[in-house]
Nanobody, 117 residues
Framework: QLQASGGGLVQAGGSLRLSCETT????????RGWYRRAPGKERELVAT???????NYADSVKGRFTISRDSAKNTLYLQMNDLKPEDTAVYYC?????????????WGQGTLVTVSS
């Protein structure tokens, strides 16, 4: 239900915009976000956007990345500026939704971002 795109190869200092389109309907969304997994590392949170519009960013990307959503297109974005080699990772989009008292997590398939020095 989540289709991520927009990854690629970019030089340090460059920019990319990731997109995550949701097909179908997901009800009771609590938050949407982007996560990443760098080679040999654990998956980490990059940015989240709650249903109320509040954003949260990892310290390592604050001031460089911006999360946003176009509700008409049902698409989540991650604008990444001033990219660094340490931003190299597979980026995954996520939607967290309530189902009763439980939480369901939906994941996109991942899109690879490679930043060359």
């Amino acid at each position: 239900q989540l289709q991520a795109s927009g990854g690629g190869l970019v030089q340090a200092g460059g920019s990319l915009r990731l997109s995550c389109e949701t097909t179908g309907r997901i009800s009771a969304v609590n938050a949407r976000g982007w996560y990443r997994r760098a080679p040999g590392k654990e998956r980490e949170l990059v940015a989240t956007l709650t249903a109320s519009g509040r954003t949260n960013y990892a310290d390592s990307v604050k001031g460089r990345f911006t999360i946003s959503r176009d509700s008409a297109k049902n698409t989540l974005y991650l604008q990444m500026n001033d990219l660094k080699p340490e931003d190299t990772a597979v980026y995954y989009c996520n939607t967290e939704a309530w189902r009763g008292s439980n939480v369901d997590n939906y994941w996109g398939q991942g899109t690879l971002v490679t930043v060359s020095s």
